[in-house]
Protein backbone atom coordinates (compact mmCIF):
# COMPACT_ATOMS: atom_id res chain seq x y z
CA UNK A 1 0.00 0.00 0.00
CA UNK A 2 1.39 3.15 -1.20
CA UNK A 3 2.49 5.52 1.76
CA UNK A 4 0.56 8.82 2.12
CA UNK A 5 2.86 11.57 1.56
CA UNK A 6 3.66 13.94 4.33
CA UNK A 7 2.49 17.09 2.25
CA UNK A 8 -1.29 15.74 1.83
CA UNK A 9 -1.18 15.97 5.54
CA UNK A 10 0.26 19.25 6.09
CA UNK A 11 -2.30 20.84 3.38
CA UNK A 12 -4.73 19.14 5.83
CA UNK A 13 -3.66 20.89 8.90
CA UNK A 14 -3.18 24.13 7.10
CA UNK A 15 -6.78 24.02 5.40
CA UNK A 16 -8.57 22.90 8.79
CA UNK A 17 -6.51 25.95 10.76
CA UNK A 18 -7.29 28.43 8.00
CA UNK A 19 -11.10 27.51 7.93
CA UNK A 20 -10.78 28.04 11.74
CA UNK A 21 -8.91 31.46 11.76
CA UNK A 22 -10.95 33.33 9.14
CA UNK A 23 -14.75 31.63 9.63
CA UNK A 24 -14.30 31.42 13.46
CA UNK A 25 -17.58 29.16 13.51
CA UNK A 26 -17.52 29.10 17.30
CA UNK A 27 -18.75 33.02 16.73
CA UNK A 28 -20.89 32.78 13.88
CA UNK A 29 -23.90 34.93 13.98
CA UNK A 30 -27.45 34.33 13.03
CA UNK A 31 -29.22 35.23 10.23
CA UNK A 32 -31.25 38.22 11.97
CA UNK A 33 -27.74 39.42 13.56
CA UNK A 34 -26.28 39.81 9.36
CA UNK A 35 -29.34 40.93 8.08
CA UNK A 36 -29.39 43.99 10.96
CA UNK A 37 -25.86 44.37 10.18
CA UNK A 38 -26.39 44.83 7.06
CA UNK A 39 -29.64 47.47 7.35
CA UNK A 40 -26.75 49.68 9.32
CA UNK A 41 -24.51 50.04 6.59
CA UNK A 42 -25.70 53.69 5.97
CA UNK A 43 -28.23 54.44 9.03
CA UNK A 44 -28.18 53.85 12.47
CA UNK A 45 -31.41 52.61 13.14
CA UNK A 46 -32.58 49.04 11.33
CA UNK A 47 -36.45 48.51 12.05
CA UNK A 48 -37.50 44.88 11.01
CA UNK A 49 -40.62 44.53 8.82
CA UNK A 50 -43.51 44.36 11.41
CA UNK A 51 -41.66 45.80 14.28
CA UNK A 52 -43.94 46.91 16.70
CA UNK A 53 -44.87 50.94 17.21
CA UNK A 54 -43.26 50.67 20.68
CA UNK A 55 -39.99 52.31 19.72
CA UNK A 56 -40.43 54.54 16.72
CA UNK A 57 -37.72 54.15 14.35
CA UNK A 58 -37.54 57.84 12.61
CA UNK A 59 -37.47 59.57 16.40
CA UNK A 60 -34.75 56.84 17.23
CA UNK A 61 -32.81 58.03 13.99
CA UNK A 62 -33.02 61.67 14.80
CA UNK A 63 -32.11 61.25 18.33
CA UNK A 64 -28.94 58.94 17.54
CA UNK A 65 -27.84 60.68 14.12
CA UNK A 66 -24.05 59.85 13.61
CA UNK A 67 -23.09 59.12 16.96
CA UNK A 68 -21.20 55.87 17.60
CA UNK A 69 -24.46 53.79 18.61
CA UNK A 70 -26.39 51.64 16.23
CA UNK A 71 -30.28 50.54 16.69
CA UNK A 72 -31.97 47.26 15.72
CA UNK A 73 -35.63 47.00 16.14
CA UNK A 74 -36.66 43.63 15.26
CA UNK A 75 -40.59 42.20 14.99
CA UNK A 76 -41.81 40.19 18.21
CA UNK A 77 -41.29 36.39 17.00
CA UNK A 78 -39.16 35.11 19.60
CA UNK A 79 -36.01 34.52 19.76
CA UNK A 80 -35.80 30.50 19.68
CA UNK A 81 -32.06 30.72 17.70
CA UNK A 82 -31.15 31.95 21.01
CA UNK A 83 -32.61 29.98 23.33
CA UNK A 84 -29.75 28.06 24.83
CA UNK A 85 -27.99 31.19 25.60
CA UNK A 86 -28.27 32.22 29.51
CA UNK A 87 -29.60 35.37 28.01
CA UNK A 88 -31.12 35.73 24.20
CA UNK A 89 -31.75 39.12 23.51
CA UNK A 90 -28.09 40.18 25.26
CA UNK A 91 -26.66 37.14 22.69
CA UNK A 92 -27.97 38.90 19.49
CA UNK A 93 -27.00 42.10 20.52
CA UNK A 94 -24.09 40.51 21.00
CA UNK A 95 -24.20 39.01 17.06
CA UNK A 96 -25.02 41.92 15.71
CA UNK A 97 -21.68 44.07 18.03
CA UNK A 98 -19.41 41.75 16.04
CA UNK A 99 -21.02 43.06 12.89
CA UNK A 100 -20.22 46.67 13.71
CA UNK A 101 -17.34 46.32 16.33
CA UNK A 102 -16.33 49.84 16.97
CA UNK A 103 -19.87 51.26 18.01
CA UNK A 104 -22.00 50.53 20.82
CA UNK A 105 -25.36 48.32 19.73
CA UNK A 106 -29.01 48.40 21.47
CA UNK A 107 -31.55 45.83 20.06
CA UNK A 108 -35.35 46.27 20.36
CA UNK A 109 -36.38 42.43 20.13
CA UNK A 110 -38.71 39.46 22.26
CA UNK A 111 -37.34 36.93 24.46
CA UNK A 112 -38.40 33.19 24.37
CA UNK A 113 -40.88 34.17 26.71
CA UNK A 114 -42.50 36.97 24.54
CA UNK A 115 -40.54 39.63 26.73
CA UNK A 116 -39.58 42.47 24.51
CA UNK A 117 -37.47 44.79 25.31
CA UNK A 118 -34.00 46.56 24.75
CA UNK A 119 -30.64 45.00 25.33
CA UNK A 120 -27.70 46.77 25.16
CA UNK A 121 -23.97 45.71 24.39
CA UNK A 122 -20.22 47.62 23.58
CA UNK A 123 -18.86 46.46 20.02
CA UNK A 124 -15.48 44.69 20.91
CA UNK A 125 -13.71 47.02 19.12
CA UNK A 126 -14.99 50.38 20.68
CA UNK A 127 -11.77 51.88 22.17
CA UNK A 128 -10.78 52.38 26.18
CA UNK A 129 -11.38 56.13 27.48
CA UNK A 130 -8.79 58.26 26.37
CA UNK A 131 -9.18 60.87 29.66
CA UNK A 132 -8.96 58.26 32.54
CA UNK A 133 -5.69 57.43 32.97
CA UNK A 134 -6.08 53.83 32.64
CA UNK A 135 -8.47 53.41 35.61
CA UNK A 136 -11.15 52.46 33.29
CA UNK A 137 -11.19 49.92 30.21
CA UNK A 138 -14.03 50.24 27.27
CA UNK A 139 -16.20 47.39 29.88
CA UNK A 140 -15.97 49.43 32.63
CA UNK A 141 -16.84 52.70 30.95
CA UNK A 142 -20.39 51.11 29.35
CA UNK A 143 -21.60 49.51 32.35
CA UNK A 144 -21.29 53.04 34.19
CA UNK A 145 -22.86 54.72 30.89
CA UNK A 146 -25.67 51.80 31.19
CA UNK A 147 -26.04 52.37 34.76
CA UNK A 148 -26.93 55.91 34.97
CA UNK A 149 -28.70 55.42 31.51
CA UNK A 150 -31.19 52.98 33.33
CA UNK A 151 -31.81 55.36 36.34
CA UNK A 152 -33.14 58.25 34.34
CA UNK A 153 -35.16 55.82 32.09
CA UNK A 154 -36.72 53.88 34.67
CA UNK A 155 -39.19 57.07 35.18
CA UNK A 156 -39.52 57.23 31.79
CA UNK A 157 -40.84 53.99 29.48
CA UNK A 158 -43.56 52.02 29.75
CA UNK A 159 -44.73 48.82 28.12
CA UNK A 160 -46.25 50.74 24.95
CA UNK A 161 -42.95 53.30 24.87
CA UNK A 162 -39.87 52.17 24.85
CA UNK A 163 -38.10 54.98 23.26
CA UNK A 164 -37.05 56.59 26.24
CA UNK A 165 -34.86 54.12 26.81
CA UNK A 166 -33.12 55.23 23.82
CA UNK A 167 -32.68 58.84 24.31
CA UNK A 168 -31.92 58.44 27.98
CA UNK A 169 -28.99 56.69 26.66
CA UNK A 170 -28.00 58.79 23.82
CA UNK A 171 -28.25 61.95 27.17
CA UNK A 172 -25.60 59.53 29.06
CA UNK A 173 -23.68 58.71 25.78
CA UNK A 174 -23.29 62.58 24.96
CA UNK A 175 -22.26 63.37 28.81
CA UNK A 176 -20.00 60.34 29.61
CA UNK A 177 -18.06 60.36 26.79
CA UNK A 178 -17.30 63.59 26.59
CA UNK A 179 -15.87 63.60 30.17
CA UNK A 180 -13.80 60.59 29.22
CA UNK A 181 -12.95 61.04 26.02
CA UNK A 182 -13.11 64.49 25.41
CA UNK A 183 -14.99 64.28 22.59
CA UNK A 184 -18.54 61.98 21.22
CA UNK A 185 -17.28 59.09 19.38
CA UNK A 186 -19.00 58.46 15.60
CA UNK A 187 -20.22 55.70 13.91
CA UNK A 188 -17.75 53.25 12.84
CA UNK A 189 -17.91 51.08 9.32
CA UNK A 190 -19.95 47.73 9.44
CA UNK A 191 -17.83 44.25 8.66
CA UNK A 192 -18.48 42.94 5.61
CA UNK A 193 -19.53 39.56 6.50
CA UNK A 194 -17.73 37.37 3.68
CA UNK A 195 -15.29 38.02 0.81
CA UNK A 196 -13.83 35.88 -2.22
CA UNK A 197 -10.25 35.20 -0.42
CA UNK A 198 -12.21 33.74 2.75
CA UNK A 199 -14.46 31.60 0.40
CA UNK A 200 -11.33 30.71 -1.04
CA UNK A 201 -10.04 30.10 2.17
CA UNK A 202 -12.85 27.56 2.74
CA UNK A 203 -13.04 25.88 -0.08
CA UNK A 204 -9.16 24.89 1.23
CA UNK A 205 -10.29 23.98 4.21
CA UNK A 206 -12.82 21.62 3.28
CA UNK A 207 -10.24 19.28 2.01
CA UNK A 208 -9.68 18.47 5.42
CA UNK A 209 -13.41 17.45 6.54
CA UNK A 210 -12.76 14.00 5.68
CA UNK A 211 -10.01 13.68 8.35
CA UNK A 212 -11.55 15.28 11.00
CA UNK A 213 -14.76 13.93 11.52
CA UNK A 214 -13.71 10.88 13.84
CA UNK A 215 -11.96 13.31 15.82
CA UNK A 216 -14.75 15.80 16.06
CA UNK A 217 -17.53 13.28 16.42
CA UNK A 218 -15.17 11.59 19.39
CA UNK A 219 -14.87 15.19 21.02
CA UNK A 220 -18.79 16.09 20.53
CA UNK A 221 -19.43 12.73 22.64
CA UNK A 222 -17.27 13.80 25.48
CA UNK A 223 -18.16 17.49 25.15
CA UNK A 224 -21.84 16.00 25.55
CA UNK A 225 -20.96 13.79 28.77
CA UNK A 226 -19.13 16.94 30.58
CA UNK A 227 -22.10 19.38 29.71
CA UNK A 228 -25.02 17.13 31.39
CA UNK A 229 -22.68 16.78 34.32
CA UNK A 230 -21.59 20.06 34.93
CA UNK A 231 -25.01 21.32 33.82
CA UNK A 232 -26.19 21.72 38.02
CA UNK A 233 -23.40 23.99 38.99
CA UNK A 234 -24.14 26.23 35.65
CA UNK A 235 -27.41 27.08 36.79
CA UNK A 236 -26.18 27.92 40.19
CA UNK A 237 -23.83 30.28 38.91
CA UNK A 238 -26.15 32.25 36.34
CA UNK A 239 -28.31 32.33 39.33
CA UNK A 240 -25.79 34.16 41.14
CA UNK A 241 -24.92 36.28 38.38
CA UNK A 242 -28.39 37.37 37.78
CA UNK A 243 -28.49 38.14 41.68
CA UNK A 244 -25.35 39.92 41.16
CA UNK A 245 -26.82 42.02 38.09
CA UNK A 246 -29.52 44.02 40.46
CA UNK A 247 -26.85 44.81 42.97
CA UNK A 248 -24.23 46.25 40.20
CA UNK A 249 -26.72 48.42 38.51
CA UNK A 250 -28.88 49.66 41.43
CA UNK A 251 -26.40 49.73 44.62
CA UNK A 252 -27.51 49.77 47.80
CA UNK A 253 -25.60 53.17 48.55
CA UNK A 254 -26.45 55.10 45.03
CA UNK A 255 -22.84 55.22 44.14
CA UNK A 256 -21.68 52.86 41.08
CA UNK A 257 -18.99 50.87 41.52
CA UNK A 258 -17.18 50.60 38.84
CA UNK A 259 -14.74 47.99 39.92
CA UNK A 260 -17.46 45.62 40.42
CA UNK A 261 -18.93 46.57 37.37
CA UNK A 262 -15.96 45.69 35.49
CA UNK A 263 -15.36 42.51 37.55
CA UNK A 264 -19.15 41.31 36.60
CA UNK A 265 -18.45 41.96 32.73
CA UNK A 266 -15.62 40.27 33.01
CA UNK A 267 -17.30 37.24 35.13
CA UNK A 268 -20.05 37.35 32.15
CA UNK A 269 -17.40 36.87 29.32
CA UNK A 270 -16.01 34.00 31.11
CA UNK A 271 -19.75 32.11 32.28
CA UNK A 272 -20.60 32.65 28.43
CA UNK A 273 -17.17 30.39 27.24
CA UNK A 274 -17.06 27.98 30.00
CA UNK A 275 -17.27 24.49 29.13
CA UNK A 276 -14.98 23.01 31.52
CA UNK A 277 -14.98 22.60 34.99
CA UNK A 278 -11.54 24.65 35.52
CA UNK A 279 -13.08 27.52 33.28
CA UNK A 280 -16.19 26.97 36.03
CA UNK A 281 -14.05 26.86 38.98
CA UNK A 282 -12.82 30.65 37.60
CA UNK A 283 -16.42 32.04 37.15
CA UNK A 284 -17.13 31.38 40.33
CA UNK A 285 -13.35 32.51 41.63
CA UNK A 286 -14.34 36.31 40.23
CA UNK A 287 -18.50 35.43 41.63
CA UNK A 288 -16.63 35.73 45.04
CA UNK A 289 -14.62 38.38 44.22
CA UNK A 290 -17.79 40.69 43.30
CA UNK A 291 -19.74 39.62 46.21
CA UNK A 292 -16.80 40.52 48.36
CA UNK A 293 -16.73 43.96 46.51
CA UNK A 294 -20.58 44.88 47.29
CA UNK A 295 -20.38 43.98 50.98
Given amino acids: MKRIPLWFWAALVVGLVAFLWVFKPWQSVSERARTAAGGLGEASVYAEPGAPNVVDPERAEKVVGDRAIVVAIFDETPLTEYAAETAPRRALCRDVASLVPTNFVVVFAAEPDGDYDGSYCKGPDFPAPTLTDGILDADAFFISLITIAEQAWQYRESETDLTPQLEEFVLAFDAETFRDYGEIPRRGPVNSVFDAWQLVLACLAMVSVTAVVFL????????????????????????????????????????????????????????????????????????????????
Fill in 216 to 295: LVRQLGRALFTSRALRPRVGGLNARLNRLADRVLHPRDGEPNAAAAKEYVLALQEFDNAVHRKQLDAVERRIEKIEEMLL
